[in-house]
Structure formats: structure tokens, C-alpha cells
DNA sequence: GCAGCCAAAAAGTCAGACTTATTTGTCACG
DNA sequence: CGTGACAAATAAGTCTGACTTTTTGGCTGC
């Protein structure tokens, strides 16, 4: 998505990581480096190459004279964009989700109280720009061009925050908005009152009420977790 | 630290990744793999492989003809414990300190709400432990042993969370807090009040006190950042 | 001034030989 | 029997050199 053909060891990761994130390789499981390189019909260079690559995302460890073996699932780098995606495409990622909503849910009402602090005019423009184009497509089944003014209006307020750290979850935001809207059963329409309340968290933004916005926010990540609990209990 | 000699292309990666997020190579910089090659005296498949991982965190670009890349700062995977550790070990550490004393605040108060209610009796158990150890060393300049419980504590909690994406942040605190003790001024002894917060927080969380524990909790975090406001402002 | 082509540059790929660390098994000795 | 040391097997690690591919930038000619 973000870098298609990155080369030969991309293709051999874009197989192989979501095998190895879906578990298809049970933890301490071993893989040999020559039988995986014939397997995907690579030099060895580009087969050390991707080993390393899933090393450094802590999915597997290589060892001399053992293999490649796979990591247990609580050492992997979760952050990581690439296994978050690797993990959403999965089967389980109805649990994924789960965990990401929760996860939003702690950062973002957080990261609207820091935007209504520090946020300049460019960006509550933006903001409201962003919530306006989420009222224009709230009806009639547009739920495509929502979604890109939804994902829009969370990354900015992550940016808004003005926390590097806060800002780095825009993706993975964006991932879970859209993951909710493709795959997961939704309404025709997004719900009215989520609507309002995005409205809203621009206003107090731009007010530069903290406390609001905060507040506001978390209403709407609590929705969130509703949702996920009503849709996939 | 976690995994020191691992090999050539390792030790690469411990000179050439803090050079990089320390912003010795600015972002647009470009660096030639034959010349890092030499500069270290490896081969090329060698640095290939430490080139692919700093890929894979997002540090840097390789492209055909043109070299190798630095990315800009934004595009990072600043997730990335290793990154973390790289970027707390350069001269920006204050700043790094704030970003992920913010992060601790939105998440820890959550992740102490969730270990209420999930909690297991031998992760409360663990978490009183933690708590009574520390207690027991708020006092006489051994700030080492405290820290060792401190780390235990916030680790515990965000484990007992049940949550993938919090429990995994428990490195991240852990390197926040040996920071704190290790680089900066720091009191003698802990903060009394801190150590009582911690202990009550235990209790709450035995309790099953979910608000309780998430109120505690937050008064810890907002501690942790009027410490750094004050020392660091 | 522009289109298209050519040449250089740097990463990408491959194959093969060699090195090194680690494990496992064996055998002799207590 | 157990135990320790030694030897063999194994798979990752490393290096080298030749070759390919893509991209860029300049040059030519219209």
C-alpha cells in the first residue's frame, strides 16, 4: 500500500508476514532460510534480506545452527504499521480491532484536550472543514467520500495535538475507520449523533475549551466501543 | 540490550541508528550503501541487510540510482522500541521524555481502569507486591531498588489491562522511568505522596474500583509530568 | 525550446565458496 | 551409571565478484 514493489524480499514479506501474523506458524516454530528461499524461488541474499526485515519487527529471532524461529505473539511489535495491516487483512481481526478501539479510546479524547490548547487557525479550519464534509455525506449512502472526511478529521486532531506520539496513530486510525466501513457490518447511513458530536469537538477546538473537547471525544470513541461490542460481541 | 551481538549487521545498526535519529544525516540527506559499506569495513550484503531495517522503521528510503534516503522525522516509526531507545539515548532526550510522559498520561489512567475489572488474583497479588516493594524502598537513597519496583508496577498494570496494544507499552514506561532516575535530577528519595498513590491504586484495583483506580492513576501520571514541567520546562 | 534517446550511476540480484557458532551425539573415564 | 570432554554435523553468517535493472540527467537533433 504505502510501498508496493519495494523489490524481491518486499514480495517474499508481503506472503509471508501475513502468514506469520495469522499464526499459520505456531510460536517456536522454525523455518530454514534455504528452504523459504526456494520456496519463493529467491537468492539467498534477498531471503536474508526479508529475515531480517521480520526480525527487526521482532516476528521472528534467527539463531545458528537452529533456524528462524517464530516469536511468541506478546513480543511482537504490534506499533508497527505494517503488522497492524498484516494483522487487520487476518482472521482475527475482529480482536484487532477491539484492542485499536480501545487504544483510540484512551489517546484521542487526551489528544483533543492538547488540540484545543495548541491548535492554530489553519488547523481548526481545517477541522471544521473536515466535520463539515462529514455533515454533507452523512445522507444517502455515501458512506465512501464519509469515511475520507472522518479519517481526515481524526488525523487532524491527532496532528492538532501537537504530540508526536499522538500524531504517529493517525494511520492506524485511519486503518480502523476504514476497516469498519469496508468490512464490518454498517448502517446505510452513520449515525446522526456521531455526526453532531464531530461538529461539535471542531467548535470546542476552536474555542480552545479543553475540557469539552475532550469530553466530547471520548463520547464519540465510546461509541466506537459500543458499536464493536454490539457487532461483534 | 535485549538482543546486543547479533551479528555484523548489528553492530551497524548501533552506530548508524542513533546517528540517524540523533539528525546527524538530515532528512533529504543521501548515503551511498558502497560507501557505508567501507566506512564500517563490511560487505555490501552486509549493510544491505542493516539498509533494509532502518527501511523498515521508516528512517530511511532506498531508491535505484539515487541512494539512500533520509526520511523526515514525521515519517518515523517512533513507536518502535528500538527507535525509542535510540532517540532517548540522543541529545533531544527531554523532548522525547515529554512526548512519552504525555503518552503515559492517556494511557496508563485507562489501562489501570481496565486492570480493575480483569484483573486475575495472582495479577493482583503481583500488583500489591509491586506496590508494598516500593514502599519499602521510598526511603534511605536506594532509588535503584525503587525503580525496580516501579517498573514491576506499571508493567503489571498495563499487562492486567488484558490489552494487547497497552500491555506492550510496558518497555516503553520502563525506559521512560529509568530515564527519569538515571539522567535526570532526581529527589533522593520518591515523592511520599507518589508511593502512597501507588499503593492505593493496588488497592483499587483489588477492589475491582474501576473509576477509582483510572482517578489514581491519572493523579500519578500528572504528577510524572509537573515533575518533568519543573525540571525541564 | 522540446522530444526523445543514450550513457552513467547506484541499487538490486544471484551464485558459490568459505567461516563460525551451536547443538548433538559419542565415547572414554570416573 | 553418570559425566565430562571431544568430535561431527548443521544452519546461519560473511565475503566476493559478476551481472541486471531502473532511474536520472544530459545531449543531440529536429
Chains 1, 2 share one sequence.
Not at 524481491?8 to 508476514?17: E, F, I, K, M, Q
Not at 501474523?21 to 534480506?49: I, K
Not at 487483512?89 to 490548547?117: M, Y
Not at 458530536?197 to 475532550?214: F, K, S
Request: hydrophobic share 40%; with cysteine; glycine share 6%.
Amino acid at each position: 500500500m504505502s510501498t508496493p514493489g519495494r523489490g524481491l524480499h518486499g514480495h517474499v514479506l508481503d506472503t509471508l508476514g501475513p502468514e506469520i501474523t495469522a499464526g499459520e506458524y505456531p510460536p517456536g516454530s522454525v523455518l530454514r532460510t534455504d528452504e523459504l528461499a526456494q520456496r519463493f524461488d529467491v537468492s539467498r541474499s534477498v531471503m536474508r534480506e526479508a529475515v531480517r526485515v521480520l526480525e527487526s519487527m521482532h516476528l521472528v529471532q534467527s539463531r545458528r545452527r537452529v533456524g528462524v524461529t517464530v516469536r511468541p505473539t506478546a513480543e511482537w511489535n504490534v506499533y508497527d504499521p505494517q503488522v497492524i495491516r498484516w494483522r487487520l487483512a487476518g482472521k482475527d481481526r475482529p480482536r484487532q480491532l477491539r484492542s485499536l478501539t480501545l487504544l483510540r479510546s484512551a489517546i484521542e479524547p487526551v489528544a483533543a484536550g492538547l488540540a484545543a490548547r495548541h491548535a492554530t487557525a489553519e488547523q481548526c479550519a481545517e477541522l471544521t472543514e473536515c466535520a463539515l464534509g462529514m455533515v454533507a455525506n452523512s445522507r444517502g449512502h455515501k458512506l465512501e467520500e464519509y469515511l475520507v472526511h472522518d479519517m481526515a478529521f481524526h488525523r487532524a486532531i491527532l496532528d492538532a495535538s501537537g504530540n508526536e506520539m499522538f500524531a504517529r496513530l493517525g494511520d492506524v486510525v485511519a486503518e480502523v475507520l476504514a476497516g469498519r466501513t469496508h468490512h464490518d457490518v454498517m448502517f446505510e447511513d452513520p449515525d446522526p449523533a456521531a455526526v453532531t458530536l464531530h461538529v461539535q469537538v471542531a467548535e470546542a477546538v476552536r474555542a480552545g475549551d479543553a475540557v469539552r473537547a475532550e469530553e466530547l471525544t471520548r463520547e464519540i470513541t465510546v461509541g466506537a466501543l459500543q458499536e464493536l461490542d454490539i457487532l461483534a460481541p
